[in-house]
T-cell receptor, first 113, second 116 residues
Framework: ETGVTQSPTHLIKTRGQQVTLRCSSQSGHNTVSWYQQALGQGPQFIFQ???????GRGNFPPRFSGLQFPNYSSELNVNALELDDSALYLCASRFGTSGGGYTFGSGTRLTVV | AQTVTQSQPEMSVQEAETVTLSCTYD???????LFWYKQPPSRQMILVIR??????QNATENRFSVNFQKAAKSFSLKISDSQLGDTAMYFCAFLNYGGSQGNLIFGKGTKLSVKP
């Protein structure tokens, strides 16, 4: 097992800019989810991909979008950054329909100034 | 919609003692999973323990055990023989059972401090 790797670890962007966060999932994990964790809060579900198609979405606007690739990597894209987008973004993966829980990465800390 | 509530924002315990973290949830589903995750300052969410709702037996992982009360929709975590390394944020989470869909729903967390 190689775990879940996220890059970059920290990022500072200016309001209005666009950002792409990357995640390399554990081999064989064909389900990947992205979460936003504001300071002092629990993670909030952004969206989920299963076999490269989005199959679930939380209460986030369309400027939050994503992709999942055949090599188990994925991206989270955020357009028109707002100050409130400052948060820790977590990627989590699992194998298909298993209920074994998700494996999380260490996250990307995004600061919007 | 499912919700998860952790009513204890912060707790502290002396090293080697036992502490219990509370979690309640609300759902109309009958089959689901419940989890406790630990988030140390390194930020990575680490799975502590998992409970399948259809199992009556409470899950146990070494020093960690749960008290799962399905009718009361309660899912508490007991940490025995607390160690300094247990200091972290603890999140209770809910996951619908089955299918490729379903996402984790987290509580707001409990900050646990283990004191020497």
């Amino acid at each position: 097992e190689t775990g879940v790797t996220q890059s970059p670890t920290h990022l500072i962007k200016t309001r209005g800019q666009q950002v792409t966060l990357r995640c390399s999932s554990q081999s064989g994990h064909n389900t990947v989810s992205w979460y936003q964790q504001a300071l002092g809060q629990g993670p909030q579900f952004i969206f989920q991909y299963y076999r490269e198609e989005e199959n679930g979405r939380g209460n986030f606007p369309p400027r939050f979008s994503g992709l999942q690739f055949p090599n188990y990597s994925s991206e989270l894209n955020v357009n028109a950054l707002e100050l409130d987008d400052s948060a820790l973004y977590l990627c989590a993966s699992r194998f298909g329909t298993s209920g074994g829980g998700y494996t999380f990465g260490s996250g990307t800390r995004l600061t919007v100034v | 919609a499912q919700t998860v509530t952790q009513s204890q924002p912060e707790m502290s315990v002396q090293e080697a003692e036992t502490v219990t973290l509370s979690c309640t949830y609300d759902t109309s589903e009958n089959n689901y999973y419940l989890f406790w995750y630990k988030q140390p300052p390194s930020r990575q969410m680490i799975l502590v323990i998992r409970q399948e709702a259809y199992k009556q037996q409470n899950a146990t992982e070494n020093r960690f055990s749960v008290n799962f009360q399905k009718a009361a929709k309660s899912f508490s975590l007991k940490i025995s023989d607390s160690q300094l390394g247990d200091t972290a944020m603890y999140f209770c989470a809910f996951l619908n059972y089955g299918g490729s869909q379903g996402n984790l729903i987290f509580g707001k967390g409990t900050k646990l401090s283990v004191k020497p």
